[in-house]
């Protein structure tokens, strides 16, 4: 199999370009060539091991590293439309994703999760006999549990059961055909380690704490996602009570952590994701002008054309339609007051906060899509212009130019996300006011509201909720798919605006985006992801591959 290497007497690559990326490290240059470190070097020193810590963590992905990332792309909330043109967005929306180029969608998930999943493995090995003091060893022997475990959560959304490993191999070793473990304990192994790191990491109030590194409460939060998705429809479609339940409490739990608080508006909401206010972050991973995002950068990715971005991810009308007026009530609503000729105007904040619509600020002047603006397809720069007629605010900072190197941190969990998980087994559990007590903390941050649905009202309230709150931070494609609701989301066409402007008044048309004639569909093979049929070759057929691929 792909996954399984030979161990050398010699130490990663990975580790060596953690050593020389991570800042306070400049006294081992010194020391030794860098190609001569062998495994008793690295494990018996606590700089060396720290860095072979960090070349895990510098392998953790996140949106921003590259330039259609983002999987909201996947989902009828984004039109993609220089990556719609790529194996990674357009062959999946296109439901045309097969056994031998799933791995283009996944970004090669598989063949990168296994090599670092081997890294831990054998950190553990290799510690077992360690000299570095015990207790930075158990500080880090608590963030490589996690960050295995964060691996096979990764790995468990996107594929289902994987196969369980949990030491190295040899070259002499007899087999290397490993067979999937199930779902349930894959989910099992992932909760079972973040309760064994719990008790060897560090709190985030713990004066030792250093920011972006694994916690207590990020291993409870993993804990707590992790067991709202094996509860949830995809992975267990008969209704379990026992395991929303811990669902439940996991997320509970997190819930009342005192370390963190919700944001208090839509002006802390948007610094959130600019890394001005953290007080919601319970883990993110953390930048700065030397260690940048890798690739092009969130400003080209989301920038608008007269701002010299590419649009590559822009928001659809559907989404658009999902933030509701300062009533509560979505504009499809004909009690709601909305007014098709003024449609921006008194909406959600965090619709201000995450959109950019025709004439809303941006940066020295307006986003101008209209047609003739200079952020239109008609512009100077059309085209880079978006195809729905909006583009992302959220996550770009408009202080820097499109090419600048970004810092902002990507938010791996955070307090809002918690409230919504508990609401969600709440309603699978039957209680109904619990839920909604849950959904309007959220939704008071920002002086919505209350929800008061019930039923299957309530399930398309609280869903409504968690898409606007959480947009463009890697849930909606994994809920949509948990929820087994495919077919609606993919199962339509996208559409956009087309903005005229006639002297100072601005007409508004609603109409399908055609862009490179992406025609979207769904088939339930999409709901997992295919396992390469490179690494079931090399198992001689032991690895199965998921249904319908």
Aim: with cysteine.
């Amino acid at each position: 199999m792909g996954l399984v290497m030979k161990i050398t007497r010699y130490t990663y690559i990975t580790m060596i370009a953690a050593a020389l990326s991570m800042a306070g490290c400049d006294d081992i240059l010194d020391k030794k060539p860098l190609d001569s470190y062998s495994d008793v070097d690295v494990f018996n020193n606590e700089v060396l091991m720290r860095n072979f810590v960090n070349g895990v963590y510098w392998n953790v992905r996140y949106p921003f590293q590259i330039d259609d990332g983002f999987t909201d792309a996947l989902t009828d909330n984004s039109y993609n439309q220089h990556g719609s043109a790529d194996p990674n967005v357009r062959t999946f929306v296109q439901g045309n994703t097969n056994k031998d180029n799933g791995e283009a969608v996944t970004y090669d998930l598989w063949t990168s999760a296994f090599a670092d999943i081997r890294k831990t493995n054998l950190f553990f090995e290799k510690s077992e006999t360690s000299s570095v003091d015990a207790a930075p060893l158990k500080q880090m022997t608590g963030e490589m549990r996690y960050l295995r475990a964060y691996l096979y959560f990764d790995l468990l959304r996107w594929y289902g059961g994987v196969p369980l490993i949990t030491n190295t191999y040899n070259i002499s070793d007899p087999s290397f055909d490993i067979a999937r473990n199930s779902a349930d304990e894959v989910a099992n192994f992932i909760v079972s380690e973040c309760n064994q790191a719990m008790t060897e990491l560090v709190s985030t109030t713990n004066k030792d704490y250093q920011l972006g590194r694994a916690s207590i409460e990020s291993a409870m939060a993993l804990k707590a996602r992790t067991l709202l998705y094996i509860a949830s429809p995809l992975f267990t479609p008969a209704p379990d009570q026992q395991k929303w339940i811990a669902a439940r409490d996991a997320n509970k739990a997190v819930m009342d952590l005192t370390s963190v608080s919700l944001v208090s508006n839509g002006d802390a909401y948007n610094a959130m994701f600019q890394g001005d206010n953290s007080q919601e972050v319970i883990l993110g991973r953390y930048f700065s002008s030397v260690n940048r995002h890798w690739g092009y950068g969130l400003g080209y990715i989301l920038f608008p054309a007269g701002s010299d971005g590419w649009s590559v991810t822009t928001p659809t009308q559907d989404l658009v339609d999902q933030y509701e007026l300062t009533n509560g009530k979505v504009p499809a609503d004909p009690t709601s007051g909305y007014d098709p000729q003024n449609p921006y105007v008194g909406r959600d904040p965090r619709f201000y906060a995450s959109i950019l619509y025709a004439n809303a600020p941006f940066k020295d002047g307006t986003y101008e899509i209209w047609s003739g603006g200079k952020d239109s397809d008609s512009g100077p720069k059309g085209g880079n212009a978006s195809r729905t007629g909006y583009n992302y605010r959220k996550w770009i900072d408009e202080s820097q130019a499109a090419g600048e190197a970004n810092t902002n941190p990507w938010i791996i969990f955070r307090l809002s996300e918690f409230y919504l998980n508990y609401a969600e087994t709440q309603i699978a559990l039957g209680e109904e006011g619990e839920a909604r007590t849950a959904i309007n903390r959220v939704r008071a941050k920002y002086g919505m509201p209350d929800v008061t649905e019930s039923g299957a009202d309530l399930v398309t309230r609280y869903r409504r909720e968690r898409r606007v709150e959480l947009l463009l931070e890697d849930h909606y494609f994994f809920d949509m798919r948990r929820w087994k609701i495919g077919d609606q989301v993919l199962g339509k066409a996208i559409n956009g605006v087309s903005v005229v402007k006639n002297g100072n008044t601005l007409q508004y048309t609603y109409a399908p985006v055609t862009w490179k004639n992406e025609q979207r569909r769904w088939l339930d093979k999409m709901y997992f992801l295919p396992i390469p049929s490179t690494e079931i070759n090399k198992s001689h057929d032991v690895l199965t591959q998921n249904p319908l691929y």
